[in-house]
């Protein structure tokens, strides 16, 4: 059984930091990546591994105060998030994708966690 598992949410005050967890198991993914879907609006790209060669993507807004990290041998991605803004709450999510499509592109990516929820206080 394919599972993705995300932790590590929370309740942070702006400017703080969090870091996410998301644990895979039952396989191995090409590219791991992170969405965020905030009240109202669409799901939206934050961030995405490839394995190999190990390569990152950033979504632009978000460059710079978001890394995105992966150990292989607890197939397990982290999302670590500086500097946070009330902008970025929302349910983050986790995904994996088997195959190489668009990082960016929900679509690519063939199993999802369940979300988990970082809200940020102003």
């Known amino acids: 059984q394919v599972q993705l598992v995300e932790s590590g949410g929370g309740l942070v005050q702006a400017g703080g930091s969090l870091r996410l967890s998301c644990a895979a198991s039952g396989r191995t993914f090409s590219i791991m990546g992170w969405f965020r879907q905030a009240p109202g609006k669409e799901r939206e790209f934050v961030t995405a591994?490839?394995?190999?060669?190990?390569?990152?993507y950033y979504a632009d807004s978000l460059k710079g105060r978001f890394t995105i990290s992966r150990d292989n041998a607890k197939n397990t991605v982290y999302l670590q998030m500086n500097s946070l803004k009330p902008e970025d709450t929302a349910v983050y999510y986790c995904?994996?994708?088997?195959?190489?499509?668009?990082?960016?592109?929900?679509?690519?990516?063939?199993?999802w966690g369940q979300g988990t929820q970082v809200t940020v206080s102003s």
């Open positions: 591994i490839i394995e190999s060669p190990a390569t990152t």
């Open positions: 995904a994996g994708a088997l195959g190489y499509g668009s990082v960016r592109f929900p679509g690519s990516y063939d199993y």
